[in-house]
């Protein structure tokens, strides 16, 4: 019976000619989204055997399917073991993609991946082309088993003194795949508080730093694994993962740098740590701002200008081809090259001595404003409808468009209509920029027939 259902969703999702890959991508994010809110709707999904209602349990299967983390209950608190089942299980699918873990079915029957196939596993690991593609999913997916398995001993070893055998096992497993799909989802509340995240575990180092980790692996992308695999030195690598590495490093860096001096001396965050533990926590603050959205600090408790450096943090998010969301490092490294370029008075985007074409500059810079109108709209509608302070909404906003789960605590204080828009937004910053990353890659320039004369237009 598996089976077949397995094959009726390839041939439905897959081999149906007349959906592009646009499409099925979109469709199928509303299909697990929408199954999911089914399952958590029922009795048996919430711990006190009644409904959460079809709105709560639509927030939540929308924010676990698009890995964001934004929650208006309690994951512990409200969910049943078979409602905390349900959730990890649309993390997992959210995080590596539908379309990968359907191809799982030809993987076993060892079928052979055809080409309308080979064309949704680029699209749905938002790769430049169809080399190598087989290969690739068939390591990402090894290497998230073997990364999420790893990760569950270390977070079980940490856990197992706080929720004795069984519970320390669940919890460790359940984070490291909420940790590695970027997701930010915690089964922390029953201890430390609802919605505490992890606050109770900030002087932890073994819980933090395997999250850590697991977060920026999962953030890297899945070309940038195999290119490691395969070169494994630093000179023999793709220019576009030194790209993508590069300025991971300098975000995560130049990130913990930034909270340790803003938040030093604060009390509501770094205050009141020693040393040791600030520079940790200064550390997992950055990181999980890489979409990730587990918290350790209590974002409530930031500076104004630390919340609005976050928000920008959040809107760049992962790499492409990862677990995580945001406009991706790749992009904002090519609009800092063209911009480089510009200032510089050269037509030529260029890194490292290669030259980036003017179609991807192009694609780069139609995404990056598409993502910043529908930002600063989103975080104008939500403070004008709430009454409240633009820099919370603001932080909201990102966070749920680059699917990153950290909240000042308003979300579940919204009313339904800015908590439906949230749910949109986190929509879109999965699959909204999954789709415009397709069309980028799947359309063909095409040469204008007809040629108009040029304008001088004054710049500045």
Known sequence: MIRRF???LRDVFIRNRSLNATRIVAASFAVIILVGALLLTLPIASRDGQSAGFFTALFTATSSTCVTGLILVDTWIQWSLFGQVVIILMIQLGGLGFMTVITLVSFALRRRIGLSERLIMVSTLNLNDLDGVVRMVRHALMGTFLIEGTGAVLLSIAMIPHFGVLGGIWRGIFHSISAFCNAGFDLLGGKFGAFSSL???QDNPLVLGTIAALIIVGGLGFFVWEDILAK?????????????????????VGGALFFLVEEYANPATLGNMPLWEKILNSFFQSVTLRTAGFDALG???LSDTSKAFSSILMLIGGSSGSTAGG?????VAVLLLALRSGLAGREQVTFRGRTIPYRRVLNAMTLALVMLFLFLVGSMVISTVENLPYLDCAF???SAMGTVGLTTGITPTLSPFSQSLIILLMYMG?????SFSIAFITRSGRTAKIKYPEMNVMIG
Do not use: D, F, H, P
Not at 327 to 331: F, P, R, S
């Open 327 to 331: 406009l991706k490092t790749a992009t």
């Open 396 to 398: 909201e906003v990102a």
């Open 299 to 301: 974002q409530g408790g």
């Open 199 to 201: 606050a109770g575990l």
């Open 430 to 434: 999965r699959v909204g920029v999954l």
């Open 232 to 252: 494994r030195s630093w000179k023999k690598l793709e220019v576009y993962s030194k790209m993508v590495l590069i300025i991971t490093g300098v975000l995560i």
């Open 6 to 8: 397995a094959l009726w």
